[in-house]
């Protein structure tokens, strides 16, 4: 239920760091779940390891209804009914479900399950094993993540399941079939607190099952009955964690690591002379200022003013930015805060596609004088008495956010906005944007569980958001953004599966938020990962997106590794 690709799911921010610096938490990398095979027939000894950015200790965690729950969990041992690719248009990939389909109501979802299933205790997976999950989140509010609005949820019999909803659940469509975590009813029912337990021997229906699990590295290996005949096809799959996560490119050059995501400067001159090590960008994250907008909800300072939001969005220069703080790596966003490539047939109008790449200065500030931003004498503006500075906060040790305001604080200061960065925990700052206690947050708009852009522009919806001091929806809209037409928009594309009204309700929206601007969109992020060929070969690459391959992306991360094999 949890949705990893967004902020709660970043990758680390690695430096490059000289080989001698590299210290691996774990002892060595051989053996069963090394990166070398020991001889002998190659699939039954294969093996790689994975560094998805775990620094220091690493505590178990299992329960997929957890947010703080290991990486392999969704993917590697639990799976969903369908699988959906970021990294593409193509539409769900059936998994443990081989169709589904909705009453005319939208309230009524009947789901057929897959044949020859198996748990990886043995036990036959059924239709009663889906429902038995879906009555699970019914029951228990604290793992509703995205708040299904659930009557009931009843098997049929053995391959047919029935989710009954309160009103028209169209939209939530995408969370239910692709990104919601099957549990096994013989296993869960036995668990006293669904909301506490670590499940410290998972029960998944996925290509891996836990091995071997310490504080510095575990251990999955293959699960022998997986219902994919001939996947997967590594026997050993190590996560480890190191020392900091500076050590991440000395890891990887090392030949200590097969698979990683991290952002790496000089990442083209890092392997231009490693001849097994490659790399695949998919940017997916619309690094973005996110504002506290409302004025009404208690957001306080001049970032409530619709004209200074649309001044910092015409005033950055984003080449720039991408240049200093991007690598070069970052792609163009939009402000509708789409994907330009991906979701060019939702973005209404051409002139919103692409954010700008170079800035206007002079339409800047033009804005805020017509605002009745004026500048002093030290350059920085003021209107009635208060001063135009705002406060930025970012996560400690977030290098390339860290460089970004550093950039943004000159760039704004040529049109008279102070910017004072600040560094944070990263639970202070997620504590703050939650609780709306911030001016100015630096952070990145996730995508939902499908490219229906619904769950992007749920974020935008007063529903999902709160007063100043109490906890936002689990949607996020931590803008505290209001707007009477978005969410009347919103809540009618909610209720229908027709794409053609609910391109109708995303224009009003697009039109809305572009003139508003509660989140300020910069670029899309880079999504660097990095593969070794060393020891497996049929890793996605830039022509072959079978998956998003960051190593931290729930179920993705079980698509990649059902489809690699043993290096020959």
Same mark, same amino acid.
């Given at each position: 239920?949890?949705?990893?690709? $967004? *902020?709660?799911? *970043?990758?680390? *921010?690695? %430096?490059?760091? !000289?080989?001698?610096?590299?210290?691996?938490? %774990?002892?060595?990398? &051989?053996?069963?779940?090394?990166? +070398?095979?020991?001889?002998?027939? #190659?699939? !039954?000894?294969? &093996?790689?390891?994975?560094?998805?950015?775990?620094?220091?200790?690493?505590?178990? /965690?299992?329960?997929?209804?957890?947010?703080?729950? =290991? /990486?392999?969990?969704?993917?590697?041992?639990?799976?969903? =009914?369908?699988?959906?690719?970021?990294?593409?248009?193509?539409?769900?990939?059936?998994? =443990?479900?081989?169709?589904?389909?909705?009453?005319?109501?939208? #309230?009524?979802?009947?789901?057929? $399950?897959?044949?020859?299933?198996?748990?990886?205790?043995?036990?036959?997976?059924? @239709? #009663?094993?889906?429902?038995?999950?879906?009555?699970?989140? *019914? +029951?228990?509010?604290?793992?509703? @993540?995205?708040?299904? +609005?659930?009557?009931?949820?009843?098997?049929?019999?053995?391959?047919? @399941? %029935?989710?009954?909803?309160?009103?028209?659940?169209? $939209?939530?469509?995408?969370? %239910?079939?692709?990104?919601?975590?099957?549990?096994?009813?013989?296993?869960?029912?036995?668990?006293?607190?669904?909301? +506490? &337990?670590?499940?410290p021997n998972p029960v998944g229906t996925g290509p891996y099952k836990l091995k071997t699990f310490s504080a510095q590295s575990y251990v999955m290996e293959k699960n022998a009955t997986y219902w994919q005949q001939g996947k997967p096809k590594i026997q050993n799959v190590r996560y480890i964690a190191l020392a900091t996560a500076d050590a991440a490119s000395a890891a990887l050059t090392a030949g200590q690591v097969d698979w990683m995501s991290s952002f790496l400067p000089g990442l083209d001159q890092l392997i231009k002379n490693q001849k097994n090590l490659t790399y695949v960008n998919t940017p997916a994250l619309t690094t973005s200022i996110f504002t506290c907008a409302s004025a009404d909800l208690g957001c306080k300072g001049p970032q409530t003013d619709t004209a200074v939001r649309q001044a910092i969005y015409w005033a950055l220069n984003r080449d720039q930015l991408n240049k200093l703080a991007g690598g070069g790596f970052a792609e163009t966003a939009s402000p509708t805060m789409l994907l330009p490539e991906r979701d060019k047939a939702w973005i209404a109008d051409p002139a919103n596609l692409t954010t700008p790449g170079g800035p206007d200065v002079a339409k800047a500030n033009q804005l805020l004088d017509v605002a009745g931003w004026a500048k002093g004498g030290d350059g920085i503006r003021a209107k009635g008495g208060e001063k135009l500075s705002l406060t930025i906060q970012t996560v400690t040790g977030w290098s390339d956010y860290i460089s970004l305001n550093d950039a943004m604080t000159q760039q704004l200061k040529e049109i008279g906005i102070e910017l004072k960065p600040t560094q944070v925990a990263w639970q202070e700052w997620n504590n703050n944007q939650v609780q709306g206690k911030f001016q100015l947050s630096l952070d990145s708009i996730g995508l939902g569980a499908s490219t229906n852009p619904y769950s992007t522009y749920l974020k935008y919806s007063s529903t999902t958001t709160a007063k100043v001091g109490e906890a936002a929806g689990l949607s996020g809209n931590y803008a505290r953004y209001k707007n009477a037409k978005v969410d009347a928009a919103v809540a009618v594309a909610a209720g229908t599966n027709d794409e053609t009204v609910q391109k109708q309700q995303y224009t009003v929206i697009q039109q809305e938020i572009v003139k508003d601007l509660p989140y300020i969109p910069i670029y899309v992020n880079s999504m660097l990962t990095e593969f070794s060929t060393a020891n497996a070969t049929g890793w996605p690459t830039n022509d072959n997106k079978y998956a998003l391959p960051a190593t931290w992306k729930q179920w993705d991360n079980g698509i990649v590794l059902s489809t690699i094999e043993p290096a020959k």
């Open positions: 239920m949890w949705d990893i690709l $967004t *902020r709660r799911g *970043r990758r680390p *921010r690695a %430096v490059v760091a !000289a080989a001698a610096a590299l210290t691996l938490v %774990v002892a060595g990398c &051989s053996g069963d779940g090394g990166s +070398k095979a020991n001889g002998g027939d #190659k699939a !039954a000894n294969s &093996s790689i390891t994975i560094f998805n950015g775990s620094t220091g200790t690493i505590v178990e /965690q299992w329960n997929p209804f957890i947010p703080n729950f =290991l /990486q392999p969990t969704n993917g590697l041992i639990y799976e969903p =009914l369908y699988y959906y690719n970021f990294a593409s248009t193509a539409d769900p990939q059936p998994l =443990l479900a081989t169709a589904y389909a909705w009453d005319a109501a939208g #309230k009524v979802l009947t789901i057929t $399950t897959r044949d020859g299933v198996t748990w990886s205790d043995g036990q036959p997976f059924s @239709a #009663k094993d889906v429902a038995y999950t879906f009555e699970l989140i *019914r +029951k228990t509010p604290a793992i509703n @993540a995205t708040g299904l +609005k659930l009557v009931s949820s009843v098997a049929k019999d053995d391959k047919t @399941a %029935v989710l009954t909803f309160e009103k028209p659940s169209f $939209t939530d469509e995408a969370s %239910v079939i692709g990104n919601t975590p099957i549990v096994a009813q013989h296993v869960w029912e036995k668990i006293t607190d669904p909301t +506490k &337990s670590i499940n």
